[in-house]
């Protein structure tokens, strides 16, 4: 069964943070890069996120949020499923493709990648980190962005292979982080 909340927007005199200040914050912030798959056929799309958890290890669930004004959006609640891609290393073209480099949209930002289906007949690309492919489960409204819960339905994973990440507007590798003294 799949439920949809939508939460209450916050007035605007009761936001006493500065907008700026909390996107430079959040920079700082290091993340899996991520790319998320939705739709079929000329109908796919996909985004590039960093806004990517595990909610728990029972089912298992997944959290991904996305802007709904971006054409993801529609694709997401038509087809009903997701994949999430998590990056290696020597992805950083695809992460790039995704979030629209280049002005790549819709089913041009899967060119340069090879994909395969799993479960749910989302688009899976192989070699990613790890990729989860999603039945979506729930959706949760929040100001300008839903929050998804994707019940993982299949697993793939690349062994020996390190995540690309982002980190203060930039993707890093892990050889970019000085070790700790």
């Not at 009761?14 to 700026?20: A, E, H, P, R």
């Not at 996120?49 to 996305?66: E, Q, R, Y």
């Amino acid at each position: 069964m799949t439920v949809s909340i939508t939460l209450p927007e916050i007035p605007a005199e009761l936001q006493v943070v500065d907008q700026d200040l909390f996107k430079a914050s959040m920079r700082y912030l290091a993340g899996a890069v991520s790319v998320i798959t939705v739709g079929i056929g000329d109908g796919r799309t996909g985004f590039t996120a960093t806004s990517v958890s595990s909610l728990s290890a029972d089912v298992p669930p997944v959290i991904v949020s996305v802007n709904r004004g971006s054409s993801s959006w529609p694709a997401l609640q038509r087809h009903r499923h997701f994949c999430v891609n998590v990056l290696a290393h020597d992805q950083q073209s695809v992460a790039q493709s995704f979030a629209g480099y280049g002005g790549r949209s819709g089913v041009r930002r899967y060119e340069g990648g090879a994909w395969s289906t799993l479960e749910t007949g989302a688009l899976v690309l192989d070699g990613a980190l790890t990729a989860l492919d999603c039945e979506l489960d729930e959706t949760i409204h929040m100001h300008s962005h839903a929050i998804l819960i994707g019940r993982v339905r299949a697993i793939t994973l690349r062994r020996g292979a390190e995540p690309l990440l982002y980190w203060n507007g930039a993707f890093r590798h892990l050889a970019d982080v000085a070790p700790a003294s």
